[in-house]
């Protein structure tokens, strides 16, 4: 089960972190990843790391701004968000998926998800 938390309004320029906890089986068996969907829009990829942390991949509308952190001892992934603009606003979702040496950008390939926790950034 994940749960994402952490979500909330700010103004474009600041920053903000949201976290998502897992329960049940290992953190460390899992790819994981940040999704951001938007009313009438699809899913989006905004950024993900395999189950070794060793690869971390990023959208390319937040690369450079963004950061993905999972911790497997908190069973924790957090998304640091810096420079926020008004485009961000979204719902955040976190995904797993099954391990794997490279990070998947499509949710097709996530089969875990949480509910969401919403970004609105103000300009």
């Known amino acids: 089960q994940l749960v994402e938390s952490g979500g909330g309004l700010v103004q474009a320029g600041d920053s903000l972190r949201i976290s998502c906890t897992k329960s049940?089986?290992?953190?460390?068996?899992?790819?994981m990843a940040w999704f951001r969907q938007s009313p009438g829009q699809e899913r989006e990829f905004v950024g993900g790391t395999n189950w070794k942390n060793e690869n971390t991949k990023y959208g390319e509308a937040v690369q450079g701004r963004f950061t993905v952190i999972k911790d497997d001892v908190k069973s924790t992934l957090d998304l640091q968000m810096n420079k926020l603009r008004p485009e961000d606003t979204a719902v955040y979702l976190c995904a797993a998926a099954v391990p794997q040496v490279r990070v998947s950008t499509s949710d097709d390939n996530y089969d875990h998800w949480g509910r969401g926790t919403q970004v609105r950034v103000s300009s």
């Open positions: 049940g089986g290992a953190f460390t068996s899992y790819n």
